[in-house]
């Protein structure tokens, strides 16, 4: 799943089965045979990231932590640009959509659950604000990878600590 992650911040959503195979130093026929297709293999790699983003999400254990999970590893706006492209993708594809939905309700229901815990007296009610802040750091990263100003990471914790100061 690595291999298909690196190729795609190489080559965007052109990106072939045989271009995964050599990312990572197998045999064509053995992704081929294993998924079958490009949209298999991006399934499958949706379910891995998925389990493994919602439980980074959890391990964090506080709001910004939580959402810098996304962030980490994303340091070339080319790389960036590229995900967003097979992002662009994906989402016109019924079935990648819909795993990117169930990715979505994984991700809101563990930040829900860390507002809902949280002492911020002004917020709005935890689905709402977990809503807003994932939000948030969705477009600071789409505006970043337009304008890349400074780190990723240090932006969107910028930005995720302004709105919390001002519910605390």
Known sequence: MAACGRTIGRHGPGFTLAQVAAEAGVAVGTVAGRFG??????????????????????????????????????????TAAQHLAQLGVDLAEPALRDAFAAMRVRV???????????????????????????????GAALDWAL?????????????VAAVLAGWR
């Not at 304008?147 to 930005?159: E, Y």
Request: proline share 7%; glycine share 4%; aromatic share 2%.
């Open 37 to 78: 297709s490009k949209q298999n293999l991006l399934l499958a790699m949706m379910a891995a990231t998925t389990a493994d983003v919602v439980d980074r999400m959890r391990a964090a254990g506080t709001i910004t932590a939580a959402v810098l999970v996304g962030t980490r590893g994303v340091d070339d706006p080319a």
């Open 108 to 138: 809101h229901e563990v930040l829900t659950d860390l507002f809902a815990a949280a002492d911020l007296p002004v917020a709005p009610p935890p689905a709402q604000a977990a809503r807003i802040i994932a939000a948030l750091a969705h």
């Open 147 to 159: 304008n890349p100003a400074g780190s990723l990471t240090d932006l969107v914790a910028a930005d």
